[in-house]
């Protein structure tokens, strides 16, 4: 950097300082957007043990960086775009008041930050050659890493307690053993190594959860879901949720092929909606002898020849459940339902064998409702409609995300005789479309 920088550095950090760190010295403030592009702008501050600012890391010109001796950052550290940048390290540091942010740098293999306790974000994104991170935070409140060549990670042994953690595309990452005992909004792990065996066995509760692309999943502790749950498209064949109790939103297990048996032996109550859908090896469904409340549809289809929810009780939603096994009797269904235990509009129960179809008269649905296709689609993300009957809505939302071909215009026939049809084809359409339908299911019933 040339004198003029210099100069500027020094007048907007003197102006800078004041207010959150009087005793930083005023060249341990950085001024704002200040880019370090090579290591002699990162050495500028190794005499600070505070600094004070938001630091970024850029450029074509830096090929290994360390930012040594600081120990907190009130501020942020970013490094974007560095693209000849192949490893960093800052170990000295203990502490980023704001977000450690790694982004867009395609040559960085190796990021290091051994003394880093406490970060409130932690971002990661783009950095396809990055197979090492070393921390091991123990206070963070938002973890989102995405499309990184990590295998395993091992960053975050002590973190207990986040707001959100989501890891996603991480192509080669199999393995995560988290230490999280809870998480405040959201726990997302989608779409990273095809045998990726994930373990979460401290986890007592999540606001809600969603796993994807699994191999193997572990939540021995998991009691409580706020909102809601779904695993959808894993190999995982056997999960034991035997410690969950309830699950404030939906649940769901959708298009998991080599799932066998689910456990969720003290499951009580689910909020919204609990879908059971294309496990295509599941025939057996135990694993919810004490569930007796759900507040909205229940839909289970696949292949199943047995289904114990004997404990079920209330559902305040529509019922569907259709199974390609003729070995499967509705009758205990049937008759929960006309004891008003189904209390939504639409019941469906079908076997291989045989059908039944109660369809209820429903204000909303026989009063020249939506024919044309685009308006049915603007019913399922309208809002307003919240209020009116739920299981009528789903219903024809999942007629509605079925094909997106001439679905609409059949949709009035479907409102009358041909309503499991409609049903049947929206939960048998291939994930994408099936996952759109639970998406309103959530979205209705949340
Ligand atoms: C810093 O950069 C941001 C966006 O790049 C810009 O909006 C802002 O005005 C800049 N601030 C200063 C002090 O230059
Ligand atoms: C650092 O950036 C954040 C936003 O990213 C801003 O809120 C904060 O004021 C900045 N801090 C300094 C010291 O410039
Ligand atoms: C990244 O930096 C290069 C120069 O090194 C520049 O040409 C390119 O536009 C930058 N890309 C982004 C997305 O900022
Ligand atoms: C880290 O920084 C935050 C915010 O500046 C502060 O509250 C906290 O005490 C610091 N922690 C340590 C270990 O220095
Ligand atoms: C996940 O666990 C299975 C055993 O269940 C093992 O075969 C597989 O290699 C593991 N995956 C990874 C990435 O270690
Ligand atoms: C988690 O649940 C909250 C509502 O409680 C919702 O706003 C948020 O979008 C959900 N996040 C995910 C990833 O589903
Ligand atoms: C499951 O819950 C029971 C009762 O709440 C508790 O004693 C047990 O330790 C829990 N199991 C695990 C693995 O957390
Ligand atoms: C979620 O449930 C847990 C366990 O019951 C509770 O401690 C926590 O406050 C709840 N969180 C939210 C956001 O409702
Ligand atoms: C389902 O998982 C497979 C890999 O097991 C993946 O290739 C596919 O894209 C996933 N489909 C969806 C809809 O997520
Ligand atoms: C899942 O099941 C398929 C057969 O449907 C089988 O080929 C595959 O090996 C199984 N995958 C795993 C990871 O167990
Ligand atoms: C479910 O898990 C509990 C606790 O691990 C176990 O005692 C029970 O036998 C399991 N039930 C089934 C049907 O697998
Ligand atoms: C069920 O899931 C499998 C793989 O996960 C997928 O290939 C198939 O298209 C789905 N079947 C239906 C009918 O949705």
Redesign the pocket.
Known sequence: MNLKSLLLTSLVAGAAVGDSSSNVPSSCTIKPNTTATQQSDLDKYSGCETVVGNLTVSGSEIQTGALNGVKNLEGSLTIYNASNLVQFNADNLQNISHSLNLQLSTSLETASFNGLEEVDTIKMVALPKLRDFETNVKKANVVYISDTSLKTVHAFEELQKVRSFNLNNNKDLGNLESALESVE??L?FSANGQDANVTFNDLKWA??I?LRDVHRASFVSLKEV???LGFINNTIDSLNLSNLTSVG?SLSFVSNPNLTNINATNLQEVGGGFVIANNTRLFKVGGFPKLSKVGGAVSVVGNFSYLDLDSLNSVKGGGDFETHSGNFSCSSLKSLQSKGGIKGDSFICKNGAQSTSIKMSSKSSSGGKSSSKTESKSKSGDKSNKDKNSSDKFTRSASGSQSGGDSGSKSTASNDGDQSKGMAAAQFAPAGSLTGALAVLAAFF?
Do not use: H, I, V, Y
């Open positions: 909004d959201g997302e606001n809600n969603t706020n909102s809601s939103g949340l």
